[in-house]
């Protein structure tokens, strides 16, 4: 990775942001204006970019729409559409009459929003006004100039004939009646003459009685009820009058999509441009490229502009964008290290190493061969149909590499399906009926594994020039650990301890002449002897976190015995049963189909995530340092589409200050 710093003319910058963003291989750096004096700015975009974000966030609110009353059924594994550039900026030329239909979209949800609004409203007022049917009185009616006419509500826990009685016998000038009642309340009203109003309602009120209103309705409930019905008749209609206006629009999808993209990249331009600094005349930016792309990028920028541009190494101790170039299998490997962490700048990209393990891994805890070939065999259609995105590509690839190792290990131990009677034809062993054996060849792996680890912590040292630090930190612990491994052998699993003993006495020596090796150099960087030792003593006790981390090798048995085993299960099961043969294999397919394919994702689930476990704890825990920043260039970056660029096109841009 370099550093380029690029000085041009102001008249120009709005053309070289938009070259920068078609090369697509330049990261701009935000760049510190205290050292430049008063007489340095940068470029004011803030209500560029407020309007920009607005815009976007109208049509995705419109795409949004279109999504819920015309659906699109989106392809699980399709990437992005493909748009030829002529076509894109033909669209973006006619935006005004993209942005009409983003907004009549926008007015139309806001219209079926208050129809919704309204319905509700309507729903609940006929709700209010059912238990009231029977009242056949107008609403608005108050009583004559000589009587009161009221309605309301009575607890129903209050007895109703006591009440009639009690007032008529307090009050002979009323007349109270009982339209409705539920489990809650009476709904009543009552007719009283002017003179005893007062004491009509301390009576009721003392029972619990409350007064029902219904400001602004005329006419009688009845009446009511049925304005409400036809309204809500009218909205139902006006929502699918409405919808299939929509729907209608839909046909416009794509142009949205196009506009959105267009102001996402946009968007993406003037936030490069806030981290530019300038004077009235001139600008200047910093930022990174690649290596293999800077002597193409400054012969261009240079043969097309007025500009100045400087390409230098980073500096010593200087941090850098990490940009990871890998192939082949290696490539495979990202998926699974960018959930963990990017490297660091400064030290190797270790997926070349990695990836492999993560197959072979994979592959053992997984085990079944016929798992295996279902697993190539849908992500190899899945590449090979599929115009995927770099990141699931890569996934896919992962997983069909993945499926061959199980294949490999399938063949290997017999597995295929869990049928017993394959078994016999195992290339190397039966690891169901020999457990013991398999796990001494895992946690041989294991150590594999782990010392490989340790091999790219020596490639970083050698490559920082530390020699002696790769000798005394990887060195001198391969002895010790190598030592500590042979001295052990007898108490492996499956091993013979007559044949394994001239190795024991191997590393008995090993053991010691690496703990004295550890003893004198662990402690190098502490400045007095007392340090130096407890440096030293303190590495010799690592020797149980590395035999800690070996055992961890054991889930390579656990969860291939697993596998095995509940497919072998599975087919047992589906043949157990007594009963008419027809039946009885309509039975066992089910049991076959449902019980495979849920041990196959249980334990492909299980074979992902331990394999993952084995590789950030174990494998990166030898050497990893980890914490790279990813580059992120200024280029066409977009949601929707994927531009089809041609050589001499221009792209549509917005004017800046």
Request: hydrophobic fraction near 45%.
């Amino acid at each position: 990775m370099n550093k380029i710093t690029l000085l041009g003319m102001e008249y120009q910058r709005e053309e070289l942001t938009k070259t920068l963003m078609e090369l697509g291989v330049v990261e701009i750096s935000d760049v510190d204006i205290d050292e430049y004096g008063e007489l340095i700015g940068n470029p004011d975009v803030n209500s560029e970019l407020q309007r920009i974000e607005t815009e976007l966030s109208y049509i995705d609110s419109a795409l949004d729409c279109l999504g819920r009353y015309a659906p699109v059924k989106a392809s699980l594994f399709g990437g992005r559409r493909e748009v030829n550039i002529s076509e894109f900026n033909g669209i973006v030329k006619n935006r005004e009459s993209v942005w009409n239909l983003v907004t009549d979209i926008l007015k139309k949800e806001e219209y079926l929003v208050s129809l919704k609004s309204e319905e509700n409203r309507l729903n609940n007022l006929y709700l209010s006004l059912l238990p009231w049917k029977e009242l056949d009185v107008p609403l608005d009616f108050a009583g004559t100039q000589k009587t009161v006419f009221q309605y309301g509500t009575i607890p129903s826990i209050v007895d109703w004939n006591s009440v009639v009685a009690e007032l008529t016998e307090k009050i002979p000038n009323s007349y109270v009646e009982r339209i409705n009642s539920d489990k809650d309340q009476h709904y009543v009203f009552f007719i009283v003459h002017r003179e005893n109003e007062e004491e009509c309602l301390s009576y009721l009120q003392s029972k619990g009685y409350s007064r029902a209103t219904f400001s602004g309705l005329t006419g009688t409930v009845a009446e009511n009820i049925e304005r409400i019905n036809g309204r809500i008749s009218e909205i139902m209609s006006e929502r699918e009058k409405t919808i299939e206006k929509i729907k209608n629009m839909a046909g416009h999808r794509s142009e949205m999509e196009v506009l959105y993209d267009w102001l996402l990249m946009e968007k993406s331009r003037l936030e490069a441009t806030e981290k530019f600094i300038k004077t009235k005349k001139v600008f200047m930016i910093k930022g990174w490229v690649p290596e293999r792309n800077a002597p193409d990028v400054k012969k261009l920028l240079e043969s097309k502009f007025v500009v100045y541009v400087e390409i230098e190494e980073p500096g010593k101790n200087e941090e850098f964008p990490v940009l990871l170039e890998n192939r082949g299998i290696a490539e495979t490997g990202e998926p699974v290290m960018k959930m963990y962490s990017l490297p660091s700048s400064r030290e190797i990209d270790p997926n070349a190493v990695m990836a492999p393990f993560f197959i072979m891994f994979f592959g053992l805890m997984f085990s079944d061969g016929g798992y295996g070939l279902i697993l190539s065999l849908l992500s190899g259609i899945i590449l090979w149909r599929f115009k995927l995105e770099d990141e699931m590509r890569k996934f896919m690839k992962l997983m069909f590499f993945c499926g061959l190792s199980t294949m490999f290990w399938g063949l290997m131990f017999g597995g295929w399906f869990g049928i017993s009677s394959l078994v016999r034809y195992a290339v190397w062993f039966d690891m169901v009926s020999e457990p013991e054996r398999m796990l001494s060849w895992s946690l041989l792996f294991g150590i594999i594994h782990i010392y490989a680890g340790f091999a790219i912590k020596a490639a970083n040292l050698i490559r920082e020039k530390k020699y002696l630090d790769a000798l005394y930190d990887v060195g001198f612990v391969y002895i010790f650990y190598t030592g500590a491994v042979l001295f052990l052998l007898p108490y492996a699993p499956a091993v013979n301890q007559d044949k394994v003993a001239p190795l024991v006495n191997i590393g008995r020596y090993m053991l010691v002449v690496g703990g004295v090796l550890l003893l004198l150099t662990q402690g190098r960087d502490r400045k007095n002897i007392f340090g130096k030792i407890a440096g030293g003593l303190s590495s010799l006790y690592n020797v149980v976190s590395f035999l800690s981390d070996v055992l961890s090798y054991s889930r390579l048995l656990a969860l291939g015995l697993a596998t095995a085993i509940i497919a072998s299960i599975v087919n047992q099961l589906s043949v157990m049963f007594d009963m008419p043969i027809v039946l009885k294999v309509i039975v066992a397919v089910v049991i076959l189909v449902v019980g495979h394919a849920v041990n196959f994702g249980i334990n492909a689930l299980g074979a992902y995530v331990h394999s993952c476990r084995l590789q950030y704890l174990e494998f990166f825990g030898k050497f990893y340092t980890g914490g790279g920043e990813a580059f992120s260039p200024l280029k066409i970056n977009t949601k929707y589409t994927k531009l089809k660029l041609n050589a001499d096109y221009e792209m549509q841009t917005i004017h800046t200050a």
